[in-house]
């Protein structure tokens, strides 16, 4: 089941495929940023989808020295490059750090991404890292993949993700307690299968 979009922002939940783990695909601007690995922990996601939507849910001016969001984003990578961004003003630093997105574990880790609010808009960017070509340190002279995303839709897709994570994780911690207890002689309720005490 598919929140969202492929070509804007989308989170393709693939709730079939593990017992255990969540299999999301994430797509940001037409490019699917997990190939590698798409096997979420859940109670990781869940929280991550409640942390963004935290941070990007109300509507909120510009960061600090924004221009756009392409200019914005080459900082922010610059920021990454250089030292923890020596030559930036502390409070761009600040703001850069704030508006990370897709920080979500192992899933997440070839991709540098940011999520630039601006009214009812909220702009994505992102960089694939993995077999980049491009030397540690050194600038990567491809632009980056962006897309302005309608503020509205990208909760509504965070919301309903979030939502289905914690379905699909309390579904599947409830067979886990479920064989625990089996295995340890008990029901689910904590009493012995025998009845006793």
Same mark, same amino acid.
């Given at each position: 089941?598919? +929140?969202? !979009?492929?070509a804007? +922002?989308? #989170?393709? +939940? ?6 255990? &783990?969540?299999?999301?695909d994430v797509f940001?601007?037409?490019l699917?940023?997990?190939t590698w690995?798409?096997?979420?922990y859940?109670? #990781? &996601? *869940?929280r ?5 939507l935290?941070?990007? %849910?109300? !509507?909120t001016a510009p960061?600090?020295? @924004? =221009?756009?969001?392409?200019a @914005?984003?080459r900082? =922010? ?6 030292? $923890?961004?020596?030559?930036? $003003? ?6 850069l =750090?704030?508006?990370?997105f #897709? ?5 997440t880790?070839?991709?540098k991404?940011?999520a @630039?609010p601006?009214g009812?808009?909220?702009? &994505?960017?992102?960089?694939?890292y /993995?077999?980049?070509?491009?030397a540690?340190?050194a ?10 995303? !309608?503020? $509205?839709? +990208?909760v509504?897709?965070?919301e309903r993700s979030?939502v *289905? $994570? /914690? %379905?699909?994780?309390s579904a599947?911690l409830a067979?886990?307690?479920?064989r625990r207890?089996?295995r340890?002689g008990?029901?689910a309720s904590?009493?012995?299968?025998n009845?006793?005490?």
């Amino acid at each position: 089941m598919l +929140f969202g !979009s492929r070509a804007g +922002f989308g #989170l393709e +939940f693939h709730v079939e495929r593990d017992p255990q &783990l969540l299999c999301v695909d994430v797509f940001l601007g037409g490019l699917h940023v997990n190939t590698w690995d798409n096997a979420f922990y859940p109670p #990781l &996601l *869940v929280r991550k989808l409640g942390d963004e939507l935290g941070r990007l %849910r109300a !509507s909120t001016a510009p960061p600090v020295a @924004f =221009a756009s969001p392409s200019a @914005f984003f080459r900082l =922010a990578e610059r920021r990454m490059r250089d030292d $923890a961004g020596a030559g930036i $003003a502390p409070e761009v630093r600040a703001a850069l =750090a704030r508006y990370e997105f #897709l920080d979500w574990g192992e899933c997440t880790n070839e991709v540098k991404a940011f999520a @630039f609010p601006e009214g009812d808009h909220v702009h &994505l960017a992102c960089r694939m890292y /993995e077999g980049s070509g491009v030397a540690g340190g050194a600038e990567d002279p491809r632009e980056p993949t962006m897309v302005s995303v !309608s503020r $509205a839709v +990208f909760v509504e897709t965070l919301e309903r993700s979030l939502v *289905v $994570a /914690e %379905r699909e994780w309390s579904a599947r911690l409830a067979v886990l307690t479920a064989r625990r207890d089996a295995r340890d002689g008990g029901d689910a309720s904590g009493r012995p299968a025998n009845g006793e005490g």
